[in-house]
């Protein structure tokens, strides 16, 4: 298993995966007084959370289904990207996507977090690209069924 190294600095649970093999896990909002977050607008919400990961990984944030679909919030920047030398607390950027004022709470469950590793990579500039069927086609390129 991987180690990750976490401060905990909100009244809120401890990160914790909800069933055993989850990918993610929910991140709660770390506020003192509720936000009254109007159509439209942004909002930079506070989690209290700190982490430490290795090198190699990083912190992916999405939005939470149910939150979107019946509440219209989501995140700014989906996913976002957490690299693993940022020591800052874990801050979700938040949008309402309805046409009437959403409130977020402090505790709610706002976005969820996985923790994924990836591959650094050697640049090679190069004059061409091997051909592959596909070739340039995209956007639509394979039409609708």
Do not use: C
Not at 21 to 42: C, Q, T, W, Y
Not at 69 to 97: C, F, H, Q, S, W
């Amino acid at each position: 298993k991987l180690s990750v190294k976490y401060i905990n600095k909100s009244t809120n649970v401890d990160p914790k995966f909800a069933y055993e093999g989850d990918s993610g896990f929910d991140l709660r909002a770390d506020i003192e007084s509720e936000i009254v977050l109007d159509p439209f607008k942004r909002v930079l919400v506070p989690t209290g959370l700190y982490f430490e990961l290795e090198k190699g990984t990083e912190i992916q944030v999405r939005p939470r289904s149910g939150l979107a679909i019946k509440k219209g919030l989501t995140i700014v920047n989906t996913p976002g990207t957490i690299d693993a030398d940022y020591r800052g607390e874990l801050m979700i950027p938040m949008i309402n996507l309805s046409n009437e004022a959403q409130i977020i709470e402090d505790g709610d469950r706002i976005a969820q977090m996985i923790i994924a590793k990836y591959e650094s990579i050697a640049w090679e500039l190069s004059e061409t690209l091997d051909d592959t069927t596909r070739g340039t086609g995209g956007f639509g390129h394979t039409g609708k069924n």
